[in-house]
């Protein structure tokens, strides 16, 4: 995200086909990290990413990647395996507790929340999309920080989450999507540019 405070790298690929790794893919990378900015050439683009537009290794590192693997999520205390079926149902009950004392003691939300939880997009073609369950709540109350503290709950219980206050300001001035930033050679990334959850 945008106003991440994580450390940039520039992650140099070798031998990879085309659409082995897409845009927002989470991966886990093993390689060798480049901090000496001995190594910048001082004129044109060289085959180790060092170039005049890119800041010096010293400031983004490179790292020269030897081996990827694909993640399922970005949380890896998570299980590979799902639980056992009497542990599932246990767990739905006590989530639909605990979501329902969030919706103010609707059920009938606090089922469709967590449904739009547990959907998953499993077919895209062209502008047909399968799988997602949009979910718009309103008029839970006029309290004005409980989207925020729906959004606090919500990040508590899953890998991919982020809190956008719909404000005209936000939606005039933000940038939601990535964009490609041809003058400096670099991918701007938006504020819906989440992984796969």
């Not at 060798?32 to 683009?45: F, K, Q």
């Not at 890119?54 to 590192?61: A, D, R």
């Not at 799902?82 to 009938?108: H, N, R, S, W, Y």
Request: aromatic letters at 4%.
């Amino acid at each position: 995200l945008p106003s991440s405070h994580g450390r940039a790298s520039i992650v140099k690929l070798y031998d990879v086909k085309d659409g082995d790794i897409k845009l927002n893919d989470l991966i886990e990378v093993v390689g060798i990290v480049s901090l000496d900015p001995t190594m910048a050439a001082p004129e044109g683009d060289d085959e180790m990413g060092n170039s005049p537009s890119l800041p010096p290794p010293s400031l983004v590192p490179r790292l020269h990647v030897l081996s990827f693997s694909h993640l399922a999520h970005n949380n890896p205390l998570l299980p590979t395996a799902a639980p056992f079926p009497p542990l599932q149902e246990v767990a739905k009950v006590e989530l639909l507790t605990i979501l329902t004392t969030c919706m103010l003691g609707d059920k009938l939300a606090a089922e469709y929340l967590l449904l739009h939880l547990i959907s998953k997009v499993y077919l895209r073609k062209d502008v047909l999309v399968l799988g997602k369950l949009s979910l718009n709540l309103h008029n839970m109350t006029t309290h004005e920080e409980w989207p925020k503290r729906l959004a606090t709950l919500l990040s508590l219980l899953t890998t991919n989450s982020h809190y956008l206050p719909l404000t005209r300001d936000t939606l005039d001035n933000t940038s939601f999507t990535p964009k490609k930033d041809f003058e400096a050679n670099r991918l701007v990334s938006g504020s819906l540019q989440l992984g796969p959850s």
